[in-house]
């Protein structure tokens, strides 16, 4: 890439890297600053939910002055979830993107970790009903529970074509990525191991990209010397309805992801819609594919806040919220990241991406802390980035477009910058080391028996 692209990236890690560090503390210094909440018992704070968005909530409240905190998730454990694609693809194993959430929140008298599944709210009596029955009472709730997929009205989809949004689907995208080739490889004919190596993948956001380049990675690297197939007798198809993948992004942008992956051998079909999904079969429009792997990374919804508190759900199934992400008429509940339907200044739904559910967790903690003031809600773009494969990568950052390398180590020093702690970090950086120096992954592990070709159980509500 010539120099005058590169610059600009060096000089935007650097000062991307500098604007984050200084943001956290900042952040640190406001909750020092807390003044202690008055009254005649502590404040009791509940949130739902352990990701982006509920994380930043919870650490910044844990052992606060005057708050006796709860938080609530079906998994025990905070997800990394842009690196799921990896754990997939046997880059990295599941414990480098995920810690528990008892070992991240300080041990406290004044703080509770409850695994358990939410199941409704009482705004009434202020309780958050659970499916064992108990039932956990709050003054401040703040609901970040997440989405979940969603099949466009074709729920059966599910068992053919399983999600990524947990550490189970991954590993299970895994073991059956990883099953596919060992039966490829001892596959009697020429048609048995192509159907085993064909690879759909329905969904050109990002999640869709960077498996599919993933995938690609892997098939052009390691499957001669590693499984003693040719790479040809791969397929690795990437479907996307709409007319360009990664529409988020810039149309050139978008349209340099997809050279990038067409390099990789992957095969681009967009404005094209799946029609039927079958064990074993996909068909493309009015083409049928045999395929033994079918992944669905098209649609989310959010899981069912708006059930739960009997509103009715918006675009997505998302709960609208005000302007300070409370839910309106309920100044004592505060609804953040996927589940809301937030809007920027300029009336424009904010997307349901990690950096937003983050900046609403900092701005709750600190509305509840009385850290911040009364002001709405404002979401600070920092830029969006996808990686396509090794060395490939698109950024854009304001007025500037990265593509190749130095967008490539934008995302590797932004990703890691995010995880969840200090050890992860590490692990991860020497674990994308170890595989650019050698082109070999890590985690590339089948425990047991082939497993069955059945298809996986459809997706479990996150909450």
């Known amino acids: 890439m010539p120099q005058s692209k590169t610059r600009p990236a060096v000089v935007a890690l650097l000062a991307g890297g500098a604007a984050l560090l200084l943001a956290q503390a ?16 502590r404040l009791r704070v509940v949130v739902v939910g352990a990701g982006f968005g509920g994380l930043p909530v919870a650490e910044s409240l844990a052992n606060a002055p005057g708050i006796a905190l709860t938080v609530i998730d079906a998994r025990n454990h905070h997800l990394f979830q842009p690196l799921l694609y990896q754990v997939a693809t046997a880059a990295l194993s599941p414990a480098d993107i995920a810690a528990p959430v008892r070992e991240i929140l300080p041990a406290a008298e004044d703080v509770t970790v409850l695994m358990a599944e939410v199941t409704g709210v009482d705004t009434a009596q202020r309780q958050v009903h659970c499916h064992d029955g108990r039932h956990v009472p709050y003054d401040r709730l703040v609901i970040a529970s997440g989405s979940q997929p969603s099949y466009f009205g074709h729920p059966e989809w599910a068992e053919a074509a399983p999600s990524l949004k947990s550490l189970e689907d991954a590993i299970r995208l895994r073991d059956r990525g990883i099953a596919a080739l060992e039966r490829a490889a001892r596959a009697p004919d020429a048609a ?9 993948l329905i969904g050109g956001g990002p999640t ?4 599919a380049g993933a995938i690609g990675d892997f098939v052009s690297d390691r499957l001669d010397h590693v499984y003693g197939m040719a790479s040809h007798q791969a397929r690795v198809i990437l479907v996307e309805a ?9 149309p050139a942008l978008s349209a340099q992801a997809a050279r990038d992956l ?19 079969r996909v068909t493309i429009g009015h083409e049928s594919i045999d395929s033994e792997t079918v992944i669905w990374t098209a649609g ?23 302007a300070d992400l409370t839910l309106p008429g309920h100044p004592d509940v505060f609804v953040i990241g996927d589940v809301a339907l937030a809007h920027d200044g300029k009336g424009a739904p904010l997307p349901a991406l990690a950096p937003v559910a983050k900046q609403q967790g900092h701005y709750v903690a600190g509305r509840i802390l009385g850290t911040v003031a009364e002001a709405p809600f404002r979401y600070t773009d920092y830029g969006t980035l996808a990686t396509i494969g090794r060395d490939k990568a ?40 170890f595989a650019y120096a050698t082109h070999a992954r890590s985690a590339g592990l089948l425990i047991g028996d082939l497993p069955d070709t059945a298809p996986a159980s459809p997706h479990p509500t996150s909450l």
């Not at 900042?26 to 018992?41: I, N």
């Not at 048995?192 to 759909?200: D, K, M, N």
């Not at 990789?264 to 079958?278: C, N, Q």
């Open 208 to 211: 869709g990209v960077e498996m």
């Open 262 to 280: 067409a390099a990789l051998g992957v095969e681009v079909r967009t404005g094209t819609s799946v029609t039927a999904i079958a064990p074993g």
């Open 242 to 250: 709409g007319p360009r993948i990664l529409s988020a992004f810039d």
């Open 26 to 41: 900042t952040r640190r210094a406001r909750l020092e600053r807390a003044p202690a909440l008055q009254g005649p018992g």
């Open 300 to 322: 989310t919804t959010a899981t069912p806040v708006a059930q739960w508190l009997g509103v009715k759900p918006g675009h997505g199934g998302r709960v609208a919220v005000g």
């Open 192 to 200: 048995t191991r192509r159907r085993h190596l064909t690879f759909v």
């Open 394 to 433: 698109i950024a854009e950052i304001g007025p500037i477009k990265l593509t190749g390398r130095p967008a490539w180590l934008m995302w590797a020093f932004a990703h890691i910058l995010f995880l969840i702690s200090f050890r992860s970090r590490a692990i991860v950086s020497l674990e994308w080391f």
